[in-house]
């Protein structure tokens, strides 16, 4: 092989000649290629165009043994060096000045590509042959192939590609596939290949690259039918090829000059495989498959229907109005379409259908857009005559497919074909649905209607033979058409809605979601149309068949919830209130028809014959039960009543209308099967349970039917009686029953105006009868029923069940009436019940079920719970006794059992006396109990515990959980609930279970939980008092309360901070401690209490100081984790800041304390100096300790740090946390000086290396960097080295600004973004004015003086607004000189951004400088203000640009500004406006048409479509001509193709309230300036200034012009400011501009105003005269 390499010749001969192998000629030429000493004339590109034309001959297998044997193609050798040819290709051409000096990429410089590969390196063969042999190989079965007549070139130049790309086009003999390497190297040579760089010299044609077209579509089809052959991994290589193949493939097509061709190749061979592709490839998830059909899609809608075909078919259908001419343009395309109905793929040619006409619609309102656009617009009901004549010729296309229909006549093979075709056609049918293609019309003759009458008729026949054949699949199908074609047409419909219900009440299992469906879209339909008679009487018809046998009705969608609940709120929205009386009067008929065995046309009408009726219906014994017959069930159509009622919105003008049928009802029906109560299963089913419910609901809904219903005497004597007196009562009767009675005992409460002793004890006796058959007292006997599930349903409501719909019914719903009427164990019961809340957990399994411990969740949360009567006190007796309960469970010694019983008697106390005052009555006071407890623990500290912790702690997980249920709901109840004394004895029973808690209980979830529990109620009732409750009593309960880290880390639970339960409680301990110290300090100027307090804080400090020096050693901050020595380093921590706190307060009241010293001597002022030395002490040793943990990770980090140094920096958090503590009490001790400050530039040191570690990272570290970076901003400027450093200053101020604008840029908690500007304003105060000057110009530069500067733009807006705003008055002078520059910035980053915040920043901004009176702008500044607000106004503002590349307002397009962006915006815009209305009239006078266009823009953010346009999704253009588009943005429809358009709302009312100050603010007059406001806030304040009368005069100028906007958006038919609330909020604004306006102005719109537009003025100015214009009168 090293001979072949000297000589060239030798060389060509190696690789060219037959005597050299094919892989010896790949080993020669890799040697080559590799080795840089090989020289050789032309190296690159010889070598590359033999590797070319060996696999490019191997693609064509021939006879000639000179050729390239075939499995060359294949050979992975030979296609990795091609990759690293190319490679070097684009590598080099990357950095050639030709194209740009692209800068290389890192994955090129990993590896190493060498730059001696030129950039002129040619290709002369055509490579296309070998990449579709590559791909033909994975479907050696292809059946498709190429036509050589198609593909044959002509004569010339072209000849030879021609050729090759004919050879390619034979199937391979080989059936071999290619393997995954080789796949990947061919995916990464065709990737590179299609790239820009290699595009000078690979320019295939279309017909040269058809065949890899075709093979790939081939490829993607096989892959798909053989997934268990190929893997994932080569599935998801062959998909990348693809995708980049069909891409190339769409833009030749969409380049390509003779669309002719086009559409002939693509409606031609490449149809079926583009149809069957796309369905086939759905089932690969990925990315790639998404882009394949797009890229599929694509092809379809550019080639298949381009303009130039659209205009083709537009002009055969005018000319010959004809669908055989038209078929006869696109002839091809509809015979391809056919032949695939016809073959095996007639799935997929269905499933294409629906695309296509999209696609021709689409393509066709694009076209009639852009000659509308130039001028040349045609008619539209002749371009929807086209589009719906298109749709016709695909309907008939499929439709002439379906096999004859005949009971008899259809087999299994022949129903799939009709099931398959009618899903085809009904996705055509939705198409023109979602599309608007389909004109309605009064005329039945026109040719639309006809159609789809005929197709209703299709549909209609297959729905009976449907049923006929009882095919689910086909009556699913059926009803789905015919939901589409009623929504379409309405009138369809009409004449088969009888024949339907039959169906709709009793479809097939796999028709049940589609009747429900059809049935919703019904109710819809004849709701709007204000035919709900119609729909409601149908259906009652046809519910008599079933009156008989309504289980069958059980399954019925039409009585599911999910259509009963829909109901309502159509009743609510479409049935007009005169048409109520005529409805229910056809309900009422019905129920009375079950009760007399007649026909319903034998009744007589309410109004005419009630009294005939009336004597017939009591007239003996009914037929029914003469004959002994089934029972007529009256549930049905109750259930539906029901709705109906719940619908109606009763006025009291229309409750005494519907009375006369109310008590028609009542007399006729529901009276008599009362009065004749029976015990029978059946009639409980069909006549009881139902009539309850009805009468439940008629009495919510009318209190005249219950006035004129049933009296007590009834209730009490009929109903009660026979309840009691028989047996054998259903669940369902029961709770119906339940709910009747506690309704009719609250409606007698709230009617009667005497409620007398007699009534009070019969409701009594009814609450009594619910609380009895409602079995509730099962529930303290087993406590797993507390979690037992119920689906709501009242017919399952057994068994367990029926407890939770009683606890429902009861105590969820009339809970006040059992407590009023109810006796005391009722409630206590109630109360015990709801005490059980949490013992059991509840089951996620039954999330959707209803549980007793969902109910009492829902109840404990709702304020009604806390306003029942008489239940109070039981319940919280309850809960106190429940925990003086558990103390006494968990005691073992006597004196413990002795403390159980002091707390156990202050709950028996609390029950008998309703004040404080009784607090003196009991033997025992809360100081003693909380005595006793010192007592206990210190008798418990005495002796060992190991032995009885572990005796008690066994047996206490029992115990634990009824602690946890107790803590957990009194953690719930708030603190008013509870009177004073209660709230004591809770603070007092909470001291105890602290001590009881870690004495007995493990530190594993339910001990962890009761304690952090037992701590918050604490925490919340000593900041109720702001006291320190009871730590104040006894040292040792402070100690109790410290000491609790040993306990809570004893186990893994505890010390992992599961759920983060231990950061809440280190956060709830360390907050009691903070409000503790806070108390005890402030009791040392109390003489009578001091002595107490020096004590507690003797045991804080001592405490401290033991914990320090060990603890700051050893914590170490992890997540989820909570270490013992943590938790002491966090709560020293905190006792330091209490006492900075106090030093603070205490400086600013020196007389105070230096009077105290007189009145409390020597003594006390001893012991103060004594607790300062300790609190010293303290100070020294938490510095010393954190400064030496400190500077041990700065020790270990590098100019790099690695994982393990980030780790450790990570572990100090808390130190780190506490060195600003360290800091502050140095500067409040005068100590300038300190040992401290130090250590900054090491922090600034530290930052710096944390910038780059903190991406890929948790938020700890990023939150670290933040801490680090804002004590280098506060603390450096004062520290030696920012003097004394060999670095002058501007390049540690530059360095230090680096840092902080990298860590502001990332992802930090808003309390670590308030801290970092902080520190920047502390940084500002402390800066010369030269360095402050330099800081101005870096931040208006950007940092693009500093390489390491990365800060996006809310970043930069962030400090630029802090800078220029929040500067000293000392500097105010260099941030003048730097106003122009800072404008024209914030217009560039206005310009360019597409953020809102940033936005909203940069408007807040130029608001704060408008009204700084300092700066004294001058007109031009003004003007560049304006200029910013008119660049927002400009369709062109980059926030209007969408995510994607499509035009804003087009039918893709997707907008992603919401309401809620765009309010904030205005309110913005609004700041601005009105401070420099405000502030700089003068400079405003020759600027005011700028801002009067911008006024008359911003009225356009309040209009919103109209909702007859916004139905039918048309009128969006006159939105989006709106002169301020960005503040209609949240206006305009969301466009899509998974769903209708949603049209947003206008701006709130908020924003036009600050529209009409604004306006206001122009007609102001006559008010002098006395003072500016700061920011962008209103004019408030103190200070007000308001536009002079010149300025007044010169918008009276204007005026008009703002006003005839208005005026002209309110005339639109498209779109105006519609909603009240916003003409309501802008009056005010506009009567100003009234105020503005002489008669001139008014004349002169009256001119310019057409006649709607003359007519609101006329209005609006009548009404200024009115309510607004003062007259002196």
Not at 1097 to 1107: E, N
Not at 1241 to 1249: E, G, H, M
Not at 1394 to 1413: K, N
Not at 1461 to 1472: P, R, S, W
Request: charged share 20%.
């Amino acid at each position: 092989m090293e001979d072949n390499l000297n000589s060239s010749e030798a060389f060509a001969k190696a690789l060219k000649g037959f005597q050299t192998s094919a892989s010896d000629k790949i080993r020669l030429a890799r040697e080559a290629w590799d080795r840089a000493d090989v020289i050789l004339p032309h190296k690159q590109e010889f070598l590359l165009e033999w590797l070319c034309s060996a696999l490019v001959k191997s693609s064509t297998p021939s006879k000639n043994p000179k050729d390239a044997p075939s499995n060359v193609i294949l050979d992975l050798a030979y296609w990795d060096l091609l990759k690293e040819m190319f490679n070097g290709i684009t590598y080099s051409r990357r950095r050639h000045k030709k194209y740009g000096s692209i800068q290389p990429r890192q994955q090129d410089i990993k590896l190493g590509m060498p730059d001696s590969q030129g950039p002129g390196v040619l290709l002369r063969v055509p490579v296309i042959p070998m990449f579709t042999a590559v791909v033909q190989k994975l479907s050696p079965q292809s059946t498709a192939t190429t036509d050589p007549k198609a593909t044959a070139p002509k004569q010339g130049k072209k000849s030879k590609q021609g050729a090759a790309t004919e050879q390619t086009s034979s199937s391979a003999s080989s059936t071999e596939s290619p393997s995954l390497q080789v796949l990947e190297s061919v995916t990464n040579c065709f990737e590179m290949l299609s790239g820009p760089l290699m595009s000078e010299w690979f320019q295939p044609t279309l017909e040269q690259y058809t065949p890899l077209a075709q093979a790939t579509l081939e490829a993607l089809i096989e892959i798909t039918s053989q997934t268990t052959k190929i893997t994932a991994e080569k599935q998801g290589v062959i998909m990348k090829l693809a995708q980049i193949v069909l891409d190339r493939f769409k833009r030749l097509v969409i380049i390509q000059p003779n669309q002719k061709k086009v559409f002939s190749l693509l409606a031609g061979k490449m149809f079926e495989l583009m149809v069957r592709a796309r369905v086939s490839i759905r089932q690969i998830p990925g990315v790639s498959q998404e882009l394949c059909q797009d890229a599929i899609g694509a092809i379809m809608r550019t080639g298949l229907f381009h303009q130039e075909h659209l205009q083709e078919y537009t002009a055969g259908y005018t000319a010959g109005k004809d669908e055989k001419s038209i078929q006869s343009y696109h002839k091809q395309l509809f015979d391809q379409i056919a032949a695939m109905i016809k073959s095996d793929h007639a799935a997929e040619a269905l499933d294409v259908m629906p695309v296509l006409l999209k696609y021709f619609v689409e393509e066709s309102r694009r076209k009639q857009r852009s000659l509308a656009s130039s001028g040349f617009e045609r008619g539209m009901d002749n371009a929807r005559d086209t589009e719906f004549a298109f749709f016709k010729i695909l309907y008939v296309l499929a439709k002439k497919q379906l096999p004859r229909i005949g009971k008899d006549e259809l087999s299994e093979s022949s129903l799939d074909q009709l099931v398959l075709i009618m899903n085809g056609l009904n996705g055509l049918l939705s198409s023109v649905l979602d599309l608007n293609m389909y004109q309605p019309s009064n005329n039945e003759e026109e040719d639309q209607y006809v159609f789809m009458s005929t197709s209703f008729n299709t549909i209609n026949s297959c729905l009976n033979t449907a049923q006929d054949l009882s095919s689910g699949r086909l009556q699913s199908t059926s009803l789905a058409g015919i939901m589409t074609l009623s929504q379409l047409d309405d009138r369809l419909l009409k004449p088969h809605l009888d024949s339907l219900w039959p169906i709709l009440l009793k479809p097939s299992p796999e028709a049940m979601e589609a009747s429900l469906e059809l049935a919703k879209t019904l109710l819809e339909i004849y709701g709007k149309s204000s035919d709900l008679k119609i729909f409601l009487s149908s259906l009652l018809s046809a519910l008599r068949e079933y009156t008989t046998q309504p289980e069958q009705l059980k399954q019925s969608p039409l009585f599911s919830r999910a259509f009963l609940d829909i109901i309502p709120s159509n009743i609510r929205s479409y049935l007009p209130l005169p048409q109520a009386p005529t409805i229910l009067d056809i309900f009422v008929t019905e129920l009375m028809t079950l009760d007399n065995s007649m026909e319903i046309e034998d009744l007589e009408s309410l109004e005419d014959a009630g009294h005939k009726k009336k004597r017939k219906l009591n007239s003996g014994k009914s037929k029914e039960k003469e004959t002994g017959s089934t029972i007529r069930s009256a549930e049905p159509i109750i259930a539906i009543f029901i709705q109906f009622l719940k619908g109606l919105r009763i006025t009291a003008n229309q409750e005494k209308q519907l009375n006369k049928e109310f008590q028609a009802l009542f007399n006729h029906f529901l009276k008599n099967i009362f009065e004749n109560l029976d015990n029978s299963e059946s009639y409980q089913s069909h006549r009881l349970t139902p009539a309850l419910q009805l009468h439940y609901t008629l009495c919510k809904a009318s209190t005249q039917y219950w006035k004129c219903g049933m009296s007590m005497e009834f209730v009490m004597k009929r109903l009660i009686k026979t309840f009691k007196d028989k047996a054998n009562w259903s669940d369902a009767a029961v709770l119906t029953m339940n709910r009747v009675v506690l309704q009719h005992a609250h409606l007698t409460l709230c009617s009667a105006e005497m409620f007398d002793d007699d009534l009070a004890e019969n409701c009594k006796e009814l609450v009594r009868f619910t609380m009895k058959t409602s079995r509730l007292k099962r529930l303290l006997d087993d406590e797993t029923l507390l979690t037992a599930p119920w689906d709501g349903q009242l017919e399952h409501a057994t068994g367990s069940a029926f407890l939770v719909a009683s606890w429902q019914i009861q105590v969820n719903d009339w809970l006040d009436i059992v407590c009023r009427f109810g006796t005391k164990q009722h409630m206590e019961l109630v109360a015990e019940v709801i005490a059980r809340q949490f013992n059991i957990l509840a089951d996620n399994s039954t999330r959707d079920s209803i549980t007793i411990h969902k109910l009492n969740q829902i109840l404990l949360r709702s304020a009604n719970f806390y306003e029942v009567p008489n239940f109070r006190p039981i319940f919280a007796q309850r809960i106190l006794h429940g925990l003086a309960t558990s103390i006494s469970a968990l005691s073992e010694s006597e004196l413990e059992r002795q403390l159980a019983s002091t707390i156990s008697s202050f709950t028996d106390v609390g029950v008998s006396f309703k004040d404080s005052s009784a607090l003196s009555t009991p033997k025992s006071t809360f100081s003693d109990a909380l005595q006793m407890l010192v007592q206990v623990i210190q008798q418990q500290s005495a002796k060992s515990k190991t032995k009885s912790k572990s005796k008690a702690r066994s047996s206490s997980s029992e115990q634990g959980l009824k602690l946890l249920s107790l803590l957990s709901i009194m953690h719930l109840l708030p603190l008013e609930y509870f009177e004073k004394f209660e709230r004591n004895i809770i603070l007092s029973t909470m001291a105890v279970l602290d001590y009881y808690i870690q004495r007995y209980l493990a530190a594993d979830q339910i001990g962890t939980r009761c304690l952090l529990l037992e701590r918050r109620i604490s925490n919340a009732i000593m900041t109720w008092r702001n006291d320190a409750g009871v730590l104040s009593q006894d040292p040792a309960l402070l100690s109790t309360l410290l000491n609790y880290a040993a306990w809570n880390c004893s186990l893994e639970y505890g010390g992992k901070d599961q759920d983060g339960i231990g950061s809440s409680m280190l956060h709830t301990t360390c907050s009691m401690v903070e409000g503790s110290c806070r108390y005890y300090l402030a009791q040392i100027s109390d003489q009578k209490h001091s002595e107490g307090a020096f004590a507690h804080i003797d045991t804080l400090l001592s405490t401290a100081l033991g914990w320090a020096s060990d603890a700051l050693k050893a914590s170490n901050f992890t997540d989820h984790s909570i270490s013992e020595p943590r938790i002491k380093v966090v709560i020293i921590s905190r006792i330091c800041q209490s006492f900075i706190q106090y030093l603070e307060f205490h400086q600013h009241q020196k007389l105070k304390r230096s009077k105290s010293k007189e009145e409390h001597g020597s003594s006390t002022e001893a012991k103060v100096d004594e607790m300062w030395k300790t609190v010293g002490k303290l100070f020294d040793t938490v510095q010393a300790r954190t400064s030496e943990r400190i500077k041990k990770v700065i020790a270990g980090f590098g100019s790099s740090p690695s994982d393990g140094h980030v780790e450790e920096a990570q572990k100090c958090m808390d130190h780190f946390e506490t060195f600003k503590t360290l800091v502050q009490y140095r500067q409040l001790k005068g100590e300038t000086k300190h040992s401290c400050l130090d250590l900054v530039p090491d922090l600034f040191k530290l930052a710096k290396a944390l910038v780059p570690s903190m991406e890929n990272r948790s938020h700890d570290v990023a939150h670290l960097a933040a801490i680090l970076t804002g004590y280098s901003c506060e603390y450096l400027a004062s520290s030696k080295a920012w003097k004394a450093s060999d670095k002058p200053v501007e390049k540690y101020l530059q360095e230090l600004l680096v840092v902080l604008v990298s860590v502001s840029a990332q992802k930090l908690q808003e309390k670590d973004m308030a801290m970092l500007k902080s520190s920047y304003q502390s940084l500002l105060s402390q800066l010369s004015e030269e360095h402050f000057e330099m800081l101005l110009q870096w931040l208006l530069k950007e940092g693009r003086d500093i390489e390491e500067a990365s800060m996006d733009e809310l970043t930069l807006v962030r400090y630029l607004d802090i800078t220029f705003l929040g500067a000293h008055h000392t500097q105010k002078r260099k941030v003048r000189r730097q106003i122009s520059k800072l404008l024209t910035r914030l217009i560039q980053i206005i310009q360019s951004s597409q953020s809102v915040p940033v936005v909203v920043g940069v408007l807040d901004m130029m608001a704060g400088i408008c009204s700084e009176t300092s700066f004294e702008l001058r007109s031009w500044e003004i003007g560049l203000v304006l200029e910013c607000i008119t660049s927002l106004m400009s369709p062109a503002t980059p926030l209007l640009s969408p995510s994607s590349s499509t035009p804003f307002g087009s039918e893709d397009s997707s907008n992603g500004l919401t309401n809620q962006d765009t309010a904030k915006i205005f309110n913005a815009l609004y700041h601005v406006l009105i401070n420099i209305a405000r502030f700089r009239q003068e400079e405003l006078t020759t600027l005011i048409p700028v801002f009067t266009a911008i006024l008359q823009g911003m009225f356009h953010g309040f209009k919103s479509l109209h909702a007859s346009i916004a139905k039918k999704q048309q009128g969006v253009e006159s939105l989006i001509k709106s002169p301020f588009m960005l503040l209609s943005a949240g206006v305009l429809p969301e466009s899509g193709a998974s769903g209708p358009s949603v049209v947003g709302d206008p701006l709130p009312v908020e924003c036009a309230e600050n529209f009409a100050r604004l306006l206001t603010a122009l007609g102001s007059k006559g008010v002098s300036h006395t003072g500016g406001s700061s920011g962008n806030q209103d004019s408030s304040g103190g200070n007000s200034f308001t536009i002079t009368t010149d300025a007044s005069k010169a918008f009276g100028k204007h005026a008009p012009y703002i006003l005839m906007e208005y005026f002209t958006i309110q005339s639109s038919v498209a779109a105006s400011i519609s909603q009240q609330s916003l003409r309501n909020a802008l009056v005010p604004g506009l009567y100003s501009l009234l105020n503005l306006c002489s008669d001139w102005e008014r004349e002169m719109m009256m001119v310019g105003l057409d006649n709607t537009g003359k007519t609101l003025l006329k209005g609006l100015y009548a009404d200024y005269l009115k309510y607004h214009k003062y007259t002196g009168r």
